[in-house]
């Protein structure tokens, strides 16, 4: 791995660190680095990092798609191909670059897999990791790491139960340690996953600071603009100590923005919750829509379990014993944060009170049943049991299809009328 | 006696018939229906703790939706929906447990809905694993299963012992060997026992006591040898897609009016086990085990040691089989995707097959029969 200059502004580090993580990977095989591809959620990047593997996110690879307008020629090549059109456009838009030649629109040729690790937390990344086993003949590693069993699971250390769910992952991460040692010739090092793990945790103790931080009125990022950056830098470079570095810049500037009130959004009036994932494709045009009535997305559940094993609940790994810690941490991550969108009333009910919130607003992907399944059914009851104004919305991850401007626009106006007479009646803000 | 055999089946198949299509809980099962979704489950822990497994199936193509479409994305299948419907309307308040399993992410979804709506139900996921391939596996599944059982203890207010346990293995097995029995008459002699006749007989299961169920499959086996046939000439066929919702009736009658299926993965939930489940030692260590050694495989289930492109062939091979119909559930991610792998593979190796989608609440098929009526002419004329 490269590394990269320093930079002075959180931005431009970041987009440093971008170009140069993309850099890395279009230069990775020509230079024998192994290749690993991993899912934002539950990848065990800690240990690939230890065999040195340069890592791809897929998910952030057809994401990028959609930011870069070129997903409907991706979409259209996988759905030519065969793929239905109510498969998840992501992995549409990956089966699109591996028929494009790997060639991705950030100029980026993207490198074959040397290992690809699948985990439970979405069951798509299982039947993509099972296209790029067909499609390069790489076996897919599948992780399960089983999440909660109701919303008011409580993993308990010490039970039998946390026992349990603790020695399944610990003994899959062992499978997987096995694996990296066939793959890449090189023996495991424990001393190395304990360094890998103190920069992790101080990347969640500036991350939870990051998040708290936008408590704060008025909100100093939108975390559905601003926040989508900053957890791609933190994805691609967990466990550095670039990504420890950029995470340091980035509380500093956000802490002083807090300092001298400036907001993300010049006369904040709404504050928000987002609940599911964005419309890549539409994003700028997505967050306009709601910073027009002064609105901001003071956080959303996104950043939670978007932000790989980073989770907002503040878990840290002990590198005196970096193996079993990892699995515990993993598990933990999974029940507390990574599997929250199967129950997440409770929370977007918490978060609304811990960003002293006017609303939420649920996002249907049209192509995604991780995060949408069920979100009508949660909002009606966030609605009844909480009596909070929410707004459900519906479009994709990147497929422009399903973006409707005219009727987005007027449901979100909507909202804001109702929100308008709630802050009257409450006496304005 | 021809006649009589016959009308005995008729009897049988129109009592499986009126269980299969039963949604409400019966007052009788009021709080001891334990409700599972698909595609597997443990039945044996529940039965052994003298509760009722309640297989969750939809709600078919005669209920109509009223609550469950402002509760779910308009993108989702429609077992997820009926389900919620058969909640929502009532149906389902006599359940006394509700599990979902990590099966593909609507499914997931299917607790949180439970536990907003339903949460006396007790509503949760059995957290099956989607690896099993790891050495961890079965002691993994094995504290799931105690999970289970220590939940189900407590609804029944004492603890299951291990030789009540034993006992419904030994009855499970019975029925499975007795399924098999089914699917292998179907398979050698399609003309004697159809596939809408199998598929009634097994799920009636869904709704029966198991023992009453190893009873009527019995009487079943032992009538068919002497059913009286009309043999006729139609192309052996698998179809595919049935792993977890359920086609309508009238698409597998659709199919066989022109084609034997000679196999299938219609309910494949209820014959998941396909060798004996070892009746000695910890009975619950031996679920556990062959959920991960003795299994079958579907798309929902991750396994390195069954690619189903093999699976696939083997099924064919398996069941001398002319052709393959693969099927999927529309907005089924994990059967969409299948289907191209499939797909691909029987290109190459020049099997016909023919791709339908379907929904649960279909009511409609003439366009299908032209699609599988065209499918079959061409099957015959190569």
């Not at chain 1, 897999?113 to 590693?141: D, M, Q």
């Not at chain 1, 049943?369 to 929410?390: I, K, W």
Request: glycine share 6%.
């Amino acid at each position: 791995m490269t590394t990269t200059v320093p930079a002075r502004d959180a931005r431009s580090a970041g987009q440093r660190l971008v170009n140069q993580w993309l850099a890395n990977i279009h230069t990775a095989s020509e230079r024998g680095q192994p290749v690993a591809y991993v899912f934002v959620m539950g990848n065990a990047v800690e240990i690939l990092r230890v065999f040195g593997f340069e890592l791809v996110f897929p998910e952030i690879n057809s994401l990028q798609t959609g930011v870069r307008k070129a997903a409907p020629d991706f979409l259209a090549k996988a759905e030519d191909y065969g793929f239905s059109p109510d498969v998840c456009s992501y992995v549409k838009a990956d089966v699109g670059l591996m028929l494009s030649d790997m060639q991705h629109p950030s100029g980026t040729r993207m490198p074959k897999p040397n290992l690809a690790i699948a985990s439970s937390l979405c069951n798509v990344y299982i039947k993509w990791a099972e296209i790029w086993e067909r499609h390069f003949g790489t076996p897919a590693f599948v992780l399960d790491i089983p999440g909660k069993r109701f919303a008011s699971w409580q993993p308990i250390p010490g039970t039998a139960q946390y026992d349990a769910d603790k020695r399944w992952v610990e003994g899959q991460l062992r499978d997987l340690i096995a694996r990296c040692e066939d793959i890449t010739g090189k023996k495991f090092d424990l001393d190395r996953l304990a360094e890998v793990e103190r920069n992790v945790n101080e990347m969640i103790r500036l991350w939870v600071e990051i998040l708290t931080l936008n408590q704060q009125r008025p909100a100093p990022y939108n975390s559905m603009l601003d926040g989508l950056t900053y957890i791609g830098v933190l994805n691609a470079w967990r466990g550095t100590p670039e990504g420890v570095e950029y995470m340091r810049l980035l509380r500093d500037e956000v802490a002083d923005k807090v300092a001298r009130g400036q907001g993300r959004v010049a006369n904040e009036r709404f504050r928000l919750i987002f609940s599911g994932t964005p419309c890549y494709v539409n994003l700028r045009r997505l967050v306009e829509l709601f910073e027009t009535h002064g609105g901001v997305f003071a956080a959303s559940d996104y950043l939670t379990y978007a932000a790989g094993g980073l989770d907002s609940s503040g878990l840290y790994y002990d590198p005196s014993r970096p193996l079993e810690s990892l699995a515990e941490v993993t598990t933990l991550a999974s029940q507390l944060g990574l599997s929250n969108h199967f129950f997440s009333h409770h929370t977007l009910a918490q978060q609304v009170k811990d960003y002293a919130a006017d609303g939420i607003v649920y996002h249907g992907i049209k192509s995604c049943r991780t995060v949408a399944t069920s979100m009508a059914d949660n909002r009606e009851y966030v609605t009844t049991r909480y009596g909070l104004p929410t707004l459900y919305i519906e479009s994709d991850l990147i497929d422009p299809r399903y973006w409707s401007d005219a009727q987005i626009k007027n449901r979100v106006d909507a909202f804001f009328e109702v929100l308008e007479q709630r802050s009257l009646l409450k006496g304005g803000h | 006696m021809a006649v009589e055999i016959e009308t005995s089946l008729t009897e049988i198949l129109a009592r499986c018939h009126e269980l299969s299509m039963r949604q409400r809980i019966p007052d009788d099962e009021t709080d001891t229906a334990i409700g599972y979704f698909p595609v597997y489950f443990p039945e044996e822990i529940v039965h052994a703790a003298g509760l009722r497994p309640h297989a969750l199936l939809g709600g078919g193509n005669r209920i109509e939706v009223r609550y469950a479409d402002a509760r779910i994305g308009s993108f989702v299948c429609s077992i997820c929906r009926t389900t919620t419907e058969l909640g929502l309307n009532g149906s389902l308040k006599g359940l006394g447990g509700f599990f979902a399993q990590p099966i593909c992410d609507a499914a997931k979804h299917m607790a949180g809905i439970w536990g907003r709506n339903f949460p006396q139900q007790d509503p949760q996921i059995l957290a099956l694993p989607q690896n099993v391939n790891s050495s961890a596996a079965v002691r993994y599944v094995y504290d799931e299963y105690q999970r289970l059982r220590g939940i189900l203890a407590q609804k029944v207010g004492h603890e299951i012992a291990d030789e009540a346990i034993r006992e419904s293995v030994r009855l499970y097995n019975e029925n499975r060997r007795l399924q098999r029995a089914l699917y292998a008459m179907k398979r050698d002699d399609p003309d004697r026992l159809s596939t809408v006749e199998t598929y009634l007989l097994v799920r009636a299961g869904t709704r029966l006591r198991r023992e009453e169920h190893n009873e009527l499959l019995r009487e079943v086996v032992r009538l068919l040898p002497e059913r009286r046939v009309r043999t006729m000439d139609k192309p052996r066929v698998i179809f595919l897609g049935g792993f977890c919702e359920q086609p309508p009736l009238e698409l597998i009658e659709t199919i066989e009016d022109v084609c034997f299926i000679v196999d299938d993965d219609l309910l494949i939930g209820q014959r998941w086990i396909i060798e004996e489940v070892p009746e000695d030692g910890d009975p619950v260590w031996a679920l556990a085990e062959s959920y991960i050694q003795r299994s079958a495989s579907s798309p929902v289930q991750f396994d390195a040691r069954k690619p189903k492109e093999d699976m696939l062939m083997g099924m064919l091979r398996a069941a001398r089989a002319d052709a393959a119909i693969l099927s999927a559930a529309k907005f089924c991610e994990p059967g969409l995707d299948d289907q191209l792998a499939l797909s691909h593979r029987l290109d190459k190796e020049k099997v016909p097959y023919l791709v339908l989608e379907f929904e649960e609440k279909m009511t409609s098929f003439e366009q299908m029969a032209m699609q599988v009526e065209t499918f079959a002419e061409s099957l015959l004329f190569e």
